[in-house]
């Protein structure tokens, strides 16, 4: 359809230009009211709950308008060719964006400088077209529209002084604020300011002329429509009939071949554009100097980050062509990824509506003059880019994580802008007469030669600005990024004046130098940050017919391992980018290269991947986050400016037509009509480039079979990339024409179903890379998700139930449309008095244990959970407020829950929602909540973990086994709660009672308790079997087992211990079914393992010497897998130390095996008594070594031994003698020194007497074999919690 698309016959896709164009008011039908406008306003009123009936009683003639002020329909003119069948002409469209307000009126009073603008129209494959349309001012001459003129201004002054007379203050407001700044009051000023008398004025009407073509060479056409509006301005008539002109242009010019440029002729002088080549950056035309003199560098960087993060990106500014400029200058700076969504730079009026679009979007709005920012509503913001072009400024979301390098980054860009003078923060006197003005002096100045104003040397513009504000603010910036201002060369921005007068070509190679080098800046971004991105691409498929097919279920890119490999402070974009449509279209592009031809954005990356390649021999696993600038500037710069000196084509002249005599005659001021017979078709001899086109079209057309021939017929094959490129990829651009209900309504089911498939995809991602192992036993490839990952794919679940929420909406409030839902819920509730009871029951369940002591049930309840993050200080906007409940929610496997409860109330969802809103579509609501559920089955932390600094309330219950002890004790009981993030200090626990509420910082996952008592009273000793401790808030239940004594001279004599938690899940879990648990964290050892190994009462449950090595191995197995994850992954360390099968467990078993359990004198005899007895041994005897240095080392090794052995006997603790084992393997894992202590015990004599011959401590091989599995853990920097070693100062 563009350049690319598919031809037709003969050369015409090769044309320069399709179509000429011209637009507007048709004479016969007169004056009609625009109705898209009217539309408009209806929908409006709509949106302001007004009656519609006020909007339609004027049929569209709003009376508080002045007539000049108001729009009336255009009409396409003419226009030619006819239609060409590979780009058939859309009237409807081109009408619209060509006079995007309708049809305009002026009288002589007014300003009616000619205006350009230009305009895009996306196709539903995604190919584009250029208009590019001159706006100009011609006189009415028909009698009959200047007296319908009249009219209108008679009823509307008739209708104002009624309104004055009666008083009605608001009108009259509305009016004076429509004219002005409301000074004007009477009513004889409002008519002289706004009046049209036919007998006095001239009335002028705008028309414009229009080029649409392929390509969007914006400077050529440009020039090409200035030079046709002068011909008809001028006083002489032009040289030929503007039919040669016209004819020539769209018959005759060829587009320019790649890597050529191309002369050709306009009315007046000769034209130049050029095409970059095939290994060069695409065509782009828009002068990127107009982007950030607009909107300064800083913010270009932000709202560049918001479209490479596929926001919603709306652009706002009075003129077209600004919104235009913008928004291709940024999609350009894209390379080599493109924008896959709705793109339209120039949104009209009518399809105001659009905004409401749930996806991301980049359109441009026109503000009407003196309309604020704050009178503008917008239907969803949480996730909004707003960017005022005339404000120079903007408003970015909430979170969202820089670009990175970010300051080198805009240091580099900076320095390119001030080698071409232009200051990095934009021109923030941007405004038209300001531009004017500043243009007007810089040419006097130019000009001023003669009186030697200016040396001979070219005008140095940084000289100029020297001393401006603008100057002093970028040396703060320059300061700020570490850019140093005194040594940075600036070379002289204007080239050398010839005759006092800087000819516009040269200011234009300035423009195409600075645009190509600006656009070389941030390729060179992507290329390093990308440059080893194909080592990660998943090549699934055997053939593109199987890829398509299944494309949805494939995985194209091995995310994680790409992460892991990126340097950290990269991780928040990154992560957030590679989730984009644009990142996943541009691998699909990379998977379908195999089978056809390389997409060109793809193919020129590649090619420069290569060349770093070759230049940079590092390792590609080695990625540093080390700044390396572009090096390309200077060449890319070079070839544009060889190619504009020096010309590879020109094009026809324009010549004389085969015309009747006497139509078409010159009349100064107007736009003749055209002959159309002579413009309807091109020459029959389509000269060179037509035959040579020719011949590659029939090779093209032998390609296209044979690829047809391959794989699946055209049509189908884009049927399927439609289907495989997921979402929004039909919904380019919004229907530019027939705007009936129906249109309407079928444009938003299709967002329903966008948004239904979005969430489907989204939860089934998020599933599948929790559920760890099981879910590659499933099938589901390779799973390893991590805390980044899972906090990007929360962050855009966030972001998916905002554009839910927000679609559809009657009235909007707030910033969050969630949140206010959720507060208007939380307000009806609060309303009805039996809100004490929530209408869904409790619904955690009760914890049973054998003593019947429970944790009390925490109740369900959605209003609850809102208070939960209402009374969190650290979260000030209602976007924060969202995200934090939805996080909460979902931690508390309540989102699907609290969302249902929340729409139950259909009062107030209708109230809240249009009928075609997501949230009224029955069926897809359900469906939607029922992925939100599949969410259940995994433990996210997301709320836990995210805010770290809140207080929390906890509660802790002690349960204590009845049958065989006390269940209360007389000593006075003490607890210190630990997590992750931190402990609650030693807390002493009520007398008499087992449970207790406390609050403090967010601990984060609980790791571990420490329980203890006095010793005091009678009833000291006390056997306990766990301590439960419960997350008020996010009602996270952890389970300490214990099952040991706490008490001097009984068990081992502890009078503390060190508890090892884990998570309980509840009992709504358990009925998911086990089939798709996370795996369960290892536990404190178990009660009955514990209990075993202590009174060593010869049960069944002894392990034989293989279980026990393998313990040992599986043991200090999982501490290395540990290490070798992403630190934010790692989970606690603790528990692989002292949880159920952790190091401490199994070492236990290994110095157990073998171990004489005779009791002597009916006392226990533990593990540590035989480590004190090694002690006593190591400090007496002299050893006798086989030579010096072994002597040395083991003298050392015993000195270290006995020195922590006694350190922690001697710590002011009362923990019992398996307490004192775990703290001592804990200190030896910890300094690397446990490989050494182990032979130490093995060949000291009181192993003799205390263990069998065969025990696996006298056994040389199995001693050597467990030294060299313990040597392994020594490249390790182990930092032990702070509880297990709390005391022991060695």
């Known amino acids: 359809m563009s350049g690319s698309g598919n031809p037709g016959p003969g050369a015409a896709p090769c044309r320069f230009a399709h179509y000429f164009v011209l637009c507007g008011i048709d004479a016969e039908s007169g004056l009609e009211p625009d109705e898209l406008a009217v539309l408009y306003q209806y929908l409006q009123a709509d949106l302001h709950g007004k009656s519609s009936d006020t909007a339609d009683k004027t049929s569209g003639e709003n009376f508080d308008q002045s007539p000049l002020r108001r729009t009336f329909k255009s009409k396409v003119l003419a226009h030619y060719p006819q239609n060409i069948e590979w780009n058939p002409f859309d009237q409807d469209a081109v009408n619209m964006l060509c006079m995007p307000k309708g049809l305009s009126f002026r009288t002589q009073a007014d300003n009616r400088d000619p205006q350009l603008h230009s305009f895009i129209i996306t196709r539903e494959d995604g190919s584009r077209t250029y208009g590019f349309v001159l706006t100009f001012f011609e006189e009415v001459t028909s009698k009959q529209i200047c007296t319908a003129m009249q009219t209108l201004y008679q009823m509307h002054n008739a209708e104002q002084y009624s309104s004055v007379c009666a008083s009605s203050s608001c009108s009259m407001d509305s009016l004076a604020s429509s004219i002005d700044e409301g000074d004007a009051t009477s009513l004889a000023k409002l008519q002289r300011y706004n009046s049209y008398d036919i007998s006095r004025d001239t009335l002028y009407v705008s028309k414009c002329i229009c080029l649409i073509t392929p390509l969007p060479f914006m400077q050529a056409c440009k020039k090409f429509l200035i030079q046709l509006y002068k011909a008809v301005t001028s006083q002489q008539p032009p040289p030929l009939p503007l039919e040669s002109y016209i004819h020539n242009i769209l018959y005759e010019v060829p587009l320019p071949p790649p890597g050529r440029s191309l002369k050709f002729y306009g009315v007046y002088e000769p034209i130049i554009c050029q095409r970059p080549g095939p290994n060069e950056l695409p065509l782009s035309d828009y002068p990127l100097r107009e982007v950030f003199e607009l909107l300064g560098l800083e913010n270009l960087v932000q709202v560049f980050t918001c479209v490479l993060l596929e926001m919603q990106i709306l652009l706002y500014s009075q003129d077209y062509q600004r919104l235009m400029t913008v928004a291709e200058g940024i999609t350009t700076l894209l390379f080599p990824f493109q924008w896959q969504h709705v793109y339209v730079p120039i949104l009209p009026a009518s399809l105001l509506h659009f905004l409401d679009a749930p996806v991301p979007y980049l359109m441009g709005l026109q503000s009407k003059e003196g309309t604020d920012r704050s009178k503008l509503e917008l239907p969803q913001e949480a996730n909004l880019c707003f960017v005022d072009i005339d404000n120079h400024f903007i408003e970015l979301p909430e979170e969202f994580p820089q670009f990175p390098n970010k300051l080198e980054f805009i240091q580099e860009i900076s320095e390119v802008l001030l080698q071409f003078g232009i200051p990095p923060e934009g021109n923030l006197h941007c405004s038209d007469s300001a531009t004017k003005l500043k243009n007007l002096v810089l040419s006097d100045l130019v000009n001023d030669k003669k009186n030697g104003n200016i040396p001979s040397n070219a005008l140095n513009m940084y000289e100029l600005l020297k001393g401006n504000e603008t100057i002093a603010r970028l040396q703060a910036l320059a300061k700020r990024t570490g850019v140093s201002m005194e040594k940075m060369t600036i070379s002289t921005p204007l080239t050398e004046e010839k005759d006092g007068k800087l000819s516009c070509e040269e200011l234009e190679l300035r423009d195409y130098k600075l645009n190509v080098q600006l656009r070389e800046v941030f390729a060179n971004r992507f290329t390093q ?109 070079q070839s544009i400016e060889q190619r504009l000196m020096k010309i590879d084509h020109t094009a026809i002249h324009p010549h004389l037509l085969d015309m009747k005599i006497g139509q078409g005659k010159y009349e100064q001021g107007f736009f003749p009509k055209l002959q159309s017979d002579v413009l309807a078709t091109g020459p029959t001899n389509n000269n060179r480039w037509a035959s040579r086109s020719a011949t590659t079209q029939r090779r093209k057309d032998r390609l296209r079979q044979h690829s047809e021939h391959i794989g699946l017929d055209n049509d189908m094959r884009e049927k399927y990339m439609q289907e495989a490129r997921s979402l929004g990829k039909n919904l380019r651009q919004p229907k530019l024409s027939d705007l009936s209900p129906a249109v309407i309504a079928q444009t938003n089911w299709k967002f329903v179903e966008g948004l239904l498939k979005e969430c489907r995809m989204k939860t089934k991602r998020m599933l599948v890379e929790k559920m760890g192992h099981e879910a590659v036993e499933l099938g589901h490839g390779e799973a390893n998700i991590t805390g980044l990952e899972e906090n990007t794919l929360i962050a855009s679940l966030c972001d998916l139930l905002e554009r839910i929420w927000s679609h559809g909406l009657q009235v909007k409030q707030g910033k969050s449309a969630l949140w206010s839902h959720l507060l208007q819920y939380q307000e009806r509730e609060e309303k009805q008095e039996h809100s004490a009871e929530s209408p869904v029951g409790g619904g955690t369940e009760r914890r049973k244990s054998d003593t019947g002591i429970t944790l009390p049930t925490l109740r369900v309840s959605l209003i609850q959970d809102m208070r939960h993050v209402q009374n969190m200080s650290e979260i000030k906007t209602d976007v924060g407020r969202a995200r934090a409940w939805i996080r909460l929610s979902l931690e508390k496997k309540l989102l699907s829950q609290h969302l249902k409860q929340l729409l139950s109330n259909q009062a107030l969802a209708k109230k809240l929602y249009k009928r075609y809103a997501f949230l009224r579509c029955e069926e897809e609501r359900e469906q939607f909540l029922y992925h939100l559920l599949s969410l259940n089955a995994v433990d996210y932390f997301c709320f836990t973990s995210v805010f770290t600094t809140i207080m929390i309330p906890y509660r802790s219950v002690i349960i204590p086994i009845k049958k065989l002890s006390n269940a209360i004790t007389t000593s006075n009981p003490w607890i210190c709660v630990s997590g992750e993030l931190g402990d609650s200090g030693v807390m002493q626990i009520p007398k008499n009672h087992l449970e207790m509420t406390f609050e403090c910082q967010n601990l984060g996952k609980l790791t571990t308790v420490q329980i203890g008592h006095d010793n005091s009273g009678l009833l000291a000793k006390w056997l306990v079997d766990c301590v439960m401790v419960r997350n008020e808030i996010t009602g996270h239940t952890y389970k300490f087992p214990c099952g040991r004594w706490l008490g001097k001279g009984v068990d081992d004599g502890s009078l503390e211990r060190i508890l090892i938690g884990e998570l309980v899940s509840s009992a709504a879990d358990e009925e998911l079914g086990k089939q798709c648990r996370t795996p369960p964290q290892q536990k404190s050892p178990t009660v009955t393992r514990r209990l075993s190994i202590t009174s060593l009462t010869g049960r069944n449950t002894r392990p034989n010497t293989g279980q026990i090595q393998e313990g040992i191995g599986e043991a200090v197995n999982n501490i290395v897998k540990h290490f070798h994850k992403p630190e934010k992954e790692r989970g606690s360390l603790t528990i692989l130390l002292c949880g159920e099968n952790g190091l401490v467990a199994a070492l236990e078993q290994v110095f157990h095996h073998g171990f004489k359990s005779a009791r002597i004198f009916h006392k226990n005899v533990f593990i540590w008594d035989f480590i004190e007895k090694a002690v006593a041994y190591f400090e007496t005897s002299d050893h006798i070594g086989d030579n010096e240095e072994a002597l040395l080392l083991q003298r050392s090794s015993c000195k270290t031994f006995c020195h922590y052995v006694n350190a922690i006997n001697t710590a002011p603790r009362n923990i019992g003698k398996d307490g004192k084992f775990q703290i001592l393997v804990c200190l030896g894992t910890r300094d690397h020194l446990l490989f050494q202590w182990i032979p130490l015990l093995a060949e000291c004599p009181p192993i003799t007497r205390m263990y069998e011959e065969n025990a696996l401590l006298r056994d040389r091989m199995t001693v050597n074999s467990l030294i060299r599995v313990l040597q392994t853990l020594q490249d390790f920097n182990i930092i032990l919690e702070g509880s297990l070693i709390k005391g022991v100062d060695v």
């Open 529 to 637: 940050m990308f440059a080893d991105y194909e080592a990660f691409v998943i090549q699934a498929a055997p053939d593109m017919e199987s890829w398509l097919t299944n494309r949805e279920q494939m995985q194209n890119f091995d995310k994680a391992s790409f992460l892991s490999d990126q340097p950290e402070p990269y991780l928040p974009f990154l992560s957030h980018f590679i989730e984009t449509q644009m990142f996943a279209t541009f691998i699909d592009n990379k998977i379908m290269s195999q089978w056809e031809e390389k997409d060109p954005f793809l193919r020129v990356f590649d090619s420069r991947i290569e060349k770093i390649r070759l230049y940079n021999v590092r390792a590609p696993a080695l990625r540093t986050s080390n700044y390396q600038k572009c090096s390309t500037l200077k060449e890319a710069a």
